[in-house]
């Protein structure tokens, strides 16, 4: 089992990023559209927390931080999962990680994302 994230960077205030999560080997290899894929960040000193997360029925959920900035996106003949961030302010800042499975239990290593004031 493997999820593989990117597209994390450096970015100023105001400006876009896309992540995306590609999940490759048992198993996820047939049964991608069956798991709910998920985005959670850290930020330096504080908790992993949740950012946001899609279904199998297509059933999205948001943080109250990021709804209406952030966009979760799943394709599932890609085995991959997006996570479009638009008007990103410096809290953004963070390793943002994604996840699948019924309460998580699959991660992946995380991608930097980093937004300037």
């Known amino acids: 089992v493997q999820l593989q994230a990117s597209g994390g960077g450096f970015v100023q205030a105001g400006g876009s990023l896309r992540l995306s999560c590609t999940a490759s080997?048992?198993?996820?290899?047939?049964?991608?559209?069956?798991?709910?894929m998920g985005w959670f960040r850290q930020a330096p000193g504080k908790e992993r927390e949740f950012v946001a997360d899609?279904?199998?029925?297509?059933?999205?959920n948001y943080a109250n931080s990021v709804k209406g900035r952030f966009t979760i996106a799943r394709d599932n003949a890609k085995n991959t999962v997006y996570l479009l961030m638009n008007s990103l302010v410096p809290e953004d800042t963070a390793v943002y990680y994604c996840?699948?499975?019924?309460?998580?239990?699959?991660w992946g290593q995380g991608t930097q994302v980093t937004v300037s004031s």
């Open positions: 080997g048992r198993p996820f290899s047939s049964l991608f559209s069956n798991y709910v």
């Open positions: 899609k279904d199998w029925t297509g059933t999205t």
């Open positions: 996840a699948a499975g019924q309460g998580y239990p699959y």
